[in-house]
């Protein structure tokens, strides 16, 4: 006859408390499902690399796009145009691609156009 209850050992024993699912749930969104998403979109902004875009380096180095060869896994960027200094950096070294405002700004009307004219 103790104070503390012991279980049947029916299903209620071996099934986890639904806080401890939610937190396992949760951390597998953040270890496995989130970076794979991310490496996707960096993979995507990898392949739509071309000649001229503005690019910063995940050192801090901002640069242009001389020339791409993706078999070497190299890019050659140019740092100063006044000198045209250039640099040789590999492809996973780049950061981000600068968007340019007013480039996203002419994107976005022919999207709206294009829209316009679906409708009409």
């Given at each position: 006859?103790?104070l503390i209850a012991?279980g049947?050992g029916?299903?209620?024993d071996?099934?986890?408390?639904?806080?401890?699912m939610?937190?396992?749930?949760?951390?597998?969104?953040?270890?496995?499902?989130?970076?794979?998403?991310?490496e996707?979109?960096r993979?995507s902004?990898?392949?739509g690399?071309k000649?001229?875009d503005r690019?910063?380096?995940?050192?801090?180095?901002?640069a242009t796009?001389a020339?791409?060869h993706?078999e070497?896994?190299e890019v050659?960027?140019t740092?100063?145009?006044s000198?045209?200094?250039?640099m040789?950096?590999?492809?996973d070294?780049?950061?981000h691609?600068?968007?340019?405002?007013?480039?996203?700004?002419?994107e976005?009307k022919?999207?709206?156009?294009?829209k316009?004219t679906e409708t009409?």
């Amino acid at each position: 006859m103790g104070l503390i209850a012991e279980g049947d050992g029916g299903l209620g024993d071996f099934l986890p408390n639904p806080m401890i699912m939610m937190a396992i749930m949760f951390a597998f969104y953040f270890i496995v499902m989130r970076p794979a998403r991310e490496e996707k979109k960096r993979q995507s902004l990898l392949g739509g690399l071309k000649k001229n875009d503005r690019i910063v380096t995940s050192s801090g180095i901002k640069a242009t796009v001389a020339s791409i060869h993706r078999e070497k896994n190299e890019v050659v960027v140019t740092i100063d145009k006044s000198t045209k200094t250039q640099m040789t950096i590999t492809l996973d070294s780049i950061g981000h691609v600068v968007v340019d405002e007013n480039k996203k700004v002419d994107e976005n009307k022919k999207v709206d156009e294009n829209k316009k004219t679906e409708t009409a």
